[in-house]
């Protein structure tokens, strides 16, 4: 993942999440330990579902949905699944994330 500081933008770029690898070991709400592994086209099917439905993919801070910073309805912001996984590149204009 790179990112860049600019004086107005972060441009960040590079893989969300990898698919047809092991994670590293996650804790759920309960406590219970657990590896996850994402198959190939997860990632594709849910960006063009989105597409379909005209429903645009958030770009959120923190997984928190008052904290839109972009999403693939604006040009600044770019999803696609490739052979590795889930590879974004975004422009953030959020003045807090920028400072």
């Not at 004086?7 to 996850?36: M, P």
């Not at 594709?44 to 839109?68: F, I, W």
């Not at 604006?74 to 996984?85: F, P, R, V």
């Amino acid at each position: 993942m790179k990112v860049e500081i600019r004086d107005d933008v972060v441009v960040i770029d590079g893989y969300v999440n990898a698919v047809e690898r092991e994670s590293k070991v996650l804790t759920d709400h309960w406590g219970q330990k657990f590896i996850e592994k994402i198959k190939a086209g997860t990632f594709a099917r849910a960006l063009d579902r989105a597409k379909a439905l005209q429903t645009p993919v958030k770009v959120l801070l923190n997984h928190d949905y008052s904290r839109e910073l972009t999403s693939t309805s604006d040009l600044t912001t770019e999803l696609k699944e490739d052979n590795i996984g889930l590879r974004a590149h975004v422009e953030i204009r959020d003045a807090e994330v920028v400072e």
